[in-house]
């Protein structure tokens, strides 16, 4: 049996406000990104390439050869010059803006973005307020989210060595139970998603999630998470170990009650081991979309998320699935069981879908 990790993420943030990167391909980049629960854990969805990049410096800067104060191309080509880390050219294109538009919410945005990405989480936090006091649903519409994730990072920074008792929003992780309440209004919910989807990268954003899955009883989408938060690394490992382990417990416990039948994979670490070996195959789907994309941009610079994987898919480059992983018998992973205190719970409905470039804020035309 294979287990169900391809939950459909049912809202879209289709208002313009919600996202905190904004340039003229950003509508129609929300529309066409869609990605299920696995894809989202993995990473595994439309992100643009250095190729792509390139191709918007270029464009921007032939618009500002006729027009220097198009306001538009100073701010496409300021995120561009942002997603290839060119930062001292990206800042000076930004500045531009301030100087004949002062105040703005996205350039305030941006530059957010581009000192959270150069690291300097205080910074990015600073110029998020601002944003924030202009547009106060902006920014992915996560508002407190993005900051507290900022001062997550900012206390990491600050002190590298040390292991956080807290995730980032707040809540300790030694109070974590298999039986932990989720996020219960599906605004949190989706706020979540779009964290994850605007920086992939976070860990613990990975292990938040994986706690809204095990909340929701999707443990198989819990587990995937939690694997996913440890292989990039997150800081406090035996909080994501400690759960991994009591739902391991829960599965072998579930099977024996079922006739005396065991898992497949006889300890946690041998299903972890099999779980990454997955997640990196996963990232190929990317890499795949990143070569083809500069191929296709290099002929058509209008080339979008669309076309680009149709042509995957002509290819033969499609997304990868999970396989069982040997978890015979653990099904699907979703446990029904309801404890006393939990029977009035409701579950929100699944997430988000945003475009890839959801961290940084381009400019309506």
Same mark, same amino acid.
């Given at each position: +049996?294979?287990?169900?990790? *391809?939950?459909a993420l049912?809202a879209i943030?289709?208002?313009? *406000?919600?996202?905190?990167?904004?340039?003229?391909?950003?509508? @129609?980049?929300? +529309?066409?990104?869609?990605?299920?629960? !696995?894809?989202?854990?993995?990473?595994?969805?439309p992100?643009?390439?250095?190729?792509?990049?390139?191709?918007?410096?270029?464009?921007?800067r032939a618009?500002?050869?006729?027009?220097p104060?198009?306001i538009? *191309?100073?701010?496409?080509?300021g995120? $561009?010059?942002?997603?290839?880390?060119?930062w001292?050219?990206s800042?000076a294109?930004?500045a531009?803006? #301030?100087a =004949?538009?002062p105040?703005?919410y #996205?350039? !305030?945005?941006n530059?957010?973005? +581009?000192?959270?990405k150069?690291?300097?989480f205080a910074?990015a936090?600073?110029?998020?307020?601002?944003a924030?006091?202009?547009?106060p649903?902006?920014?992915?519409? =996560?508002?407190?989210?993005y900051?507290?994730?900022?001062?997550?990072?900012?206390?990491?920074?600050a002190?590298?060595k040390?292991?956080?008792?807290k995730?980032?929003l707040?809540?300790e992780y030694?109070?974590w139970?298999?039986?932990?309440?989720p996020l219960?209004?599906?605004?949190?919910?989706?706020?979540?998603? %779009?964290?994850v @989807?605007?920086?992939r990268l976070?860990?613990? %954003?990975?292990?938040?999630?994986g706690?809204?899955?095990?909340?929701?009883r999707?443990?198989?989408l819990?587990m995937?998470?939690?694997?996913?938060a440890?292989?990039?690394g997150?800081?406090n490992?035996? %909080?994501? #170990?400690?759960? +991994?382990?009591?739902?391991?417990r829960?599965?072998?416990? $579930?099977?024996?009650?079922?006739?005396?039948?065991?898992l497949?994979v006889?300890?946690?670490?041998?299903?972890r081991?099999?779980?990454? *070996?997955?997640?990196?195959? %996963?990232?190929?789907w990317?890499?795949?979309?990143?070569t083809?994309?500069?191929?296709l941009?290099?002929?058509n610079?209008?080339?979008d998320f669309?076309t680009?994987?149709?042509?995957m898919?002509?290819?033969?480059?499609n @997304?990868?699935?999970?396989?069982?992983?040997?978890?015979?018998g653990a099904?699907?992973?979703?446990?029904? @069981?309801?404890?006393?205190?939990?029977?009035?719970?409701?579950?929100?409905?699944?997430g988000?879908?945003?475009?890839? #470039?959801?961290?940084?804020?381009?400019?309506?035309?």
């Amino acid at each position: +049996m294979r287990p169900r990790l *391809a939950v459909a993420l049912s809202a879209i943030l289709a208002s313009a *406000a919600t996202a905190c990167i904004w340039d003229s391909d950003t509508i @129609r980049d929300e +529309m066409q990104t869609r990605a299920d629960d !696995f894809d989202l854990i993995v990473g595994q969805f439309p992100h643009h390439g250095a190729g792509y990049h390139e191709s918007r410096v270029a464009v921007s800067r032939a618009a500002l050869e006729k027009d220097p104060k198009d306001i538009a *191309a100073l701010n496409d080509l300021g995120v $561009a010059l942002l997603k290839l880390g060119r930062w001292d050219e990206s800042e000076a294109a930004f500045a531009s803006i #301030e100087a =004949l538009q002062p105040g703005k919410y #996205e350039t !305030f945005s941006n530059l957010g973005v +581009m000192y959270k990405k150069k690291g300097d989480f205080a910074k990015a936090a600073e110029y998020t307020k601002k944003a924030l006091a202009i547009r106060p649903s902006g920014h992915l519409g =996560l508002g407190d989210y993005y900051l507290k994730m900022l001062d997550w990072r900012s206390a990491r920074a600050a002190d590298p060595k040390a292991i956080p008792g807290k995730d980032f929003l707040g809540r300790e992780y030694s109070q974590w139970s298999m039986w932990s309440r989720p996020l219960q209004t599906a605004e949190d919910r989706e706020r979540l998603c %779009a964290l994850v @989807r605007s920086d992939r990268l976070f860990p613990d %954003a990975l292990l938040v999630l994986g706690d809204q899955y095990c909340g929701e009883r999707n443990l198989n989408l819990a587990m995937w998470a939690w694997v996913r938060a440890l292989d990039l690394g997150h800081p406090n490992p035996n %909080a994501i #170990e400690t759960r +991994m382990a009591e739902v391991f417990r829960h599965w072998k416990e $579930a099977l024996q009650h079922r006739g005396g039948r065991t898992l497949e994979v006889k300890s946690v670490d041998a299903y972890r081991s099999l779980v990454s *070996a997955a997640l990196k195959k %996963a990232t190929g789907w990317q890499e795949s979309f990143e070569t083809i994309e500069g191929e296709l941009v290099a002929k058509n610079p209008g080339v979008d998320f669309a076309t680009v994987e149709a042509e995957m898919v002509k290819r033969g480059q499609n @997304r990868y699935r999970p396989e069982n992983l040997g978890l015979d018998g653990a099904g699907s992973g979703k446990d029904d @069981r309801k404890q006393p205190d939990e029977a009035g719970a409701k579950s929100p409905p699944v997430g988000d879908a945003l475009s890839d #470039e959801v961290d940084t804020v381009r400019e309506k035309k």
